[in-house]
């Protein structure tokens, strides 16, 4: 990895003409620097109005230096900010004359990446930095403070101190077995484990809330033409973002848009109808309609409520049948208002059924409750960690240990050695969450995707 005591620069905001533009600039010892643009050190955590000078002491810009010593920064090093105004060029020469000054251009995330190698932040809340940036919805950007302000780390640190003191009771017995202390029963080793995984399901719980936030779902609208797909799309959506007409077919392409769900964003894509077809024009679209099925986290498979009492029409139940077994589906009952029928909630065979009316608006409630129980959206959103995948197999990976140790206190008697090893694994797993126990590669690639100047 590279050094970390040279002194790094990047332009904070995002490019383009803006009212304000910041550069940013962090290392060991800032003095030299800050003298040859600002002329004089300010004062520390003082918003300085004062001109930015070239090498020649021309004006380049004039604005607010904010200086922060070491450690008390973002960073934990010497931090300068340099706020000017926010037109390409004048930001372009600032960033210049902070390299002309001998910094260096920063990698993506580099200041955060300080940040985390300076003890000032744990892995999960620099994450939670990102997160924010690329949050879709207001509630996944809450989800994502949370993590930031440390909030998924002190859970997970709680669990993990408490696995720490069972380990310690362990290997103070395997130590000194001489003792021939009842560990199991002495220390509640059962009792402590049960709870320490009720802890640890309670997290999880939250972490896959946050994740269907960070990621979003995946839906799609599949059946035989004119069952009203496009309709259900516009009444989802609350635009006319499909043609709809009473013409089947009408539909030869993929239409997508953007819903979001109880804070969940979501994509949501019409397709071409299911049917043989001798069309050239059609069948690129029936093919387009599987692609977009492959690649969907939900079906909703439409059918026509008139012909699907109780049982799916032959070309509907065709439908159905050739979707991949492991895709999660729904079947939708549309156009209840021509059926006469109430909207409504079943489950019949294991697939949960939906009747509605996509041209009234009657059963879309239901519908979208459905989604949400079928995406997992169990935990209330406002009450999500935003995970990424990595901490949710870090979760999944202390939880199988967290098992396996508990098979152990089945054995009679238990073997203590092997107990131990499988907390060790658990304990491990949660601290490669905060990045107290995680590779370098997985740091570097974690980082590799951040924004330059953050």
């Known amino acids: 990895m590279r050094a970390r005591s040279d002194t790094i620069a990047a332009i904070a905001t995002p490019r383009g003409r803006g009212g304000i533009g910041i550069v940013r600039v962090a290392g060991r010892d800032l003095a030299a620097l800050i003298e040859g643009v600002v002329g004089r050190v300010p004062a520390p955590r003082v918003a300085t109005l004062t001109t930015f000078h070239d090498a020649a002491g021309h004006p380049l810009d004039q604005g607010i230096a904010l ?86 780390s002190a859970s997970v640190i709680e669990v993990r101190d408490a696995l720490i003191e069972l380990r310690a009771y362990v290997e103070a ?51 035989r033409p004119n069952v ?33 769900i109880a804070g969940i964003p979501i994509s949501v894509v019409d397709t071409a109808g299911l049917r043989d077809s001798d069309d050239v024009v059609e069948k690129i679209g029936i093919a387009r309609t599987w692609d977009a099925v492959a690649s969907a986290d939900l079906a909703l498979v439409l059918v026509d409520a008139r012909e699907a009492a109780d049982a799916l029409a032959a070309g509907d139940a065709a439908i159905v049948a050739g979707l991949d077994p492991a895709l999660p589906r729904l079947v939708v009952h549309n156009k209840a208002d021509l059926a006469r029928l109430p909207a409504g909630a079943t489950r019949r065979d294991g697939i949960a059924h939906v ?61 203590l050695e092997l107990f131990a090893e499988e907390l060790r694994r658990a304990h491990d797993a949660l601290s490669t969450i905060t990045g107290a126990f995680t590779p370098d590669d997985l740091i570097g690639a974690i980082f590799a995707r951040f924004c330059i100047g953050k």
Do not use: M, W
């Not at 744990?122 to 949370?146: F, P, S, Y």
């Not at 059962?190 to 997290?203: F, P």
């Not at 499909?242 to 997508?256: L, M």
């Not at 509605?356 to 406002?382: H, K």
């Open 355 to 415: 009747t509605l009316s996509a041209l009234t608006g009657e059963g879309i409630d239901l519908l979208e409750r459905e989604v949400l129980a079928i995406a997992g959206a169990s935990v209330a959103a406002e009450d999500a960690f935003l995970a990424r995948e990595r901490h949710l197999e870090a979760l999944r990976e202390a939880a199988s240990g967290l098992d396996a140790a508990a098979r152990h206190l089945d054995t009679k008697p238990p073997p």
């Open 228 to 260: 009203g797909k496009s309709s259900l799309l516009n009444r989802l959506v609350r635009e006319d973002a499909a043609i709809v007409t009473e013409v089947p077919g009408t539909t030869r392409d993929t239409v997508e848009r953007q819903v979001e």
């Open 67 to 152: 200086h922060f010593p070491a450690p008390h920064s973002y960073t934990g090093d010497d931090v300068l900010e340099l706020h000017g105004h926010g037109g390409r060029a004048v930001l372009d020469a600032l960033l210049a004359r902070c390299l002309e000054l001998g910094a260096r251009l920063a990698d993506p995330g580099e200041f955060t990446e300080r940040a985390f190698l300076n003890g000032r932040i744990d892995l999960a809340q620099a994450e939670g930095v990102a997160d924010l940036i690329d949050a879709a919805t207001t509630t996944a950007a809450r989800a994502a403070a949370r993590s930031l302000t440390g909030e998924f």
């Open 173 to 223: 017995t395997l130590d000194f077995p001489e003792d021939d202390v009842d560990f199991v029963r002495a220390h509640d080793a059962r009792g402590r484990l049960a709870a320490l995984r009720a802890r640890l399901d309670a997290i999880l719980a939250r972490a896959r809330a946050g994740a269907r936030l960070r990621e979003g779902l995946a839906i799609v609208l599949v059946g």
